[in-house]
């Protein structure tokens, strides 16, 4: 909670992530090419029992992780993409 008062970076993606605001982000600062990463997601899971709403989905479910890759492709690094089809191989 101490990241979140104190706007920290890593805090900031990860709620991006839960709210599903991650193109909001990227436009306040256009000139990076920001990619969601494997920290950031696990950071959001963390979060979520914390805030009030969640887009996340259950990552224990291949279905849902799947449509979560499809929905975000270009938001997620190469690496993450991998490591989240890695948990169901």
């Known amino acids: 909670m101490r990241g979140l008062i104190q706007h920290d ?3 900031l993606r990860a709620v991006a ?6 193109d ?3 436009a306040q600062n256009p000139l990076t090419n920001d990619q969601i990463q494997l920290a950031d997601i696990e950071l959001a899971k963390t979060l979520v029992p914390y805030l009030k709403a969640s887009q996340l989905p259950d990552f224990t479910d291949y279905a849902a992780v799947a449509a979560y890759i499809k929905s975000h492709d270009s938001q997620l ?3 993450t993409i991998a490591k989240l089809k ?3 191989q």
């Open 77 to 79: 690094s190469p690496g």
């Open 24 to 26: 909001e982000m990227a």
């Open 9 to 11: 970076p890593r805090v």
């Open 17 to 22: 992530v839960v709210y599903n605001r991650w």
């Open 86 to 88: 890695q948990l169901f």
